[in-house]
């Protein structure tokens, strides 16, 4: 697979990132919330926010010696907690519970900046938690406005560019566009890779005024994962593949517009 390692981009459309950890089982509150897991996340989020008591749904399965292979499932409600921890100025955010670790990042620098995040978080946190996490994923989200680029055919991937009309939308009274997005499915690497495209509409549900245009990637693997490196190298494998295809949705055009050349 190719590497874009040193790309760079001045003037990005990264609008958000966001990664999600579900955890297989329901992590004690008193394990998951430990001192030394907070303080490794005070270090990049320092902020602390309010806790909220939550409930999760979980299934027990029981199985009965007289018929053993005929397992019984019990649905069960376990009460945990969920935490928030933000950046200086609050636009990045970690969310911490017993059934799921998210980070959503509004202000994106770099995926080495976020690997050292994970790696001074993720690994604390298995130290204290022998935890399988059956679905790990990493999202980009890229937003290109009308105010600051004109949406061109020749700035994507001529499958892209298909899919974009350059006449305006022909309403009648009774019908009017408020949304026009495409989904393409990729597997890679043994993660499964979505990626929407199009006119997403900031407005939505109400009818679409201006042309955004969004490209939404969202890699993930539904592999149990068990170890802290295991889940660095799944988010590691995630960024490859959607910069790959990034790269791959774009032409010369946009990255001109990207280098302010």
Sequence with gaps: MA?????KYTN????????RFDFLQFASTNRVFTDDIEKSILRFFPRRGMDQIMRFNSINVV????????????????????????SLNQKNKLVLSNK???????????FEELQQWLQGIVIPFYLENQLTVIRAGIRYINILKPDRVKIRKNLFSPEIAATINVNEFQESGEISLIRSM?????LVNGM???????????QYPNRLLDNSFAL?????SEEPIEVADGL?????????AIQLLFESSITEALRKVMRNE
């Design 100 to 110: 799921y670790l998210i980070i959503e990042i509004n202000e994106y620098s770099n």
């Design 63 to 86: 199985f009965d010696s007289n018929n053993p292979s005929t397992p019984n499932a019990q649905r069960e409600i376990q009460e945990g907690i969920q935490r928030e921890y933000y």
């Design 192 to 202: 499964r890779l979505n990626f929407r495209y199009g006119l997403f509409n900031p």
């Design 12 to 19: 990005s459309f990264l609008n958000q990132v966001i990664l």
């Design 216 to 220: 939404d990637y969202d890699c993930y």
């Design 3 to 7: 590497r874009y390692d040193n790309v």
């Design 182 to 186: 495409h989904m393409t499915e990729y």
């Design 232 to 240: 660095l190298r799944c988010v590691e494998k995630g960024h490859n």
